[in-house]
């Protein structure tokens, strides 16, 4: 089976007053087409460095990261940006939604940033609205949206472009357990049912039967218990 997302041997670190602090210890993770793994550890343990390393925000140190098959290793700020906005979809605790754009502008504005013809956006925008139950707010700015629909249409955005790997950091921290639940279930149908390799760092324990592996960051290294 295909890793869409692999990360080998990773380690980074950096200087904090004189001293040489290791945040990540030769890391390793493969993961698979249609796999939904979650990645706990506590707060300083590295989650936020290896959320940021495995989306092309931050470079290792050492060790390599390949997104569908292609190395991150030497490239240009202009090619890591191309390979966020068509490789990966990003999901963060907060929308983070553009406040003067409508549900259907934001997504639109995702389209036309990827290259997309507005025929196949529009298409794409109906199916996304569909799937995830906003065809009725598509017309509806961010402050007229409850705190679920904003995150299903953070969701809807960072599916656009087809990513290949789907990153999601606490999804659910500002929902309710009912509405948490609603999105971590799209994410893992999401990668089951298009072949992607979602992560998810999380403390949310209760959406963990969702996930196919659930990994904890400790030393450095993630470890499954």
Known sequence: ???????????????DGGMQRTVLDHLNLHVSEG???AVMGPSGSGKSTFLSIAGALLKPTSGVVLLDGES?????NNALSDMRLHK?????QSANLIPYLKVE????????????KKTKANERIRELLHKLGLEHRRNAYPDKLSGGERQ???????????????????????????????????IAREAQERG??????????RVLPLCDRVLYLENGC????
Do not use: C, W, Y
């Open 222 to 225: 993630l470890i499954e218990k």
């Open 88 to 92: 990966i979809g990003f999901i963060f």
């Open 105 to 116: 502008e934001q997504l639109m504005l995702v389209a036309k940033q990827g290259g997309m």
């Open 72 to 76: 991150l290793a030497g490239k240009e």
């Open 1 to 15: 089976m295909r890793h869409r997302l692999i990360l080998d041997n990773i380690t980074h670190t950096f200087e």
């Open 152 to 186: 299903r249409v953070a969701i809807a955005r960072a599916l656009m472009n087809d990513p290949a790997v789907l990153l999601a950091d606490e999804p659910t921290a500002s929902l309710d357990a009912a509405r948490g639940m609603d999105v971590v279930r799209m």
């Open 35 to 37: 796999e939904f793994v």
């Open 196 to 205: 992607k390799s979602a992560v998810m760092v999380t403390h949310d324990e």
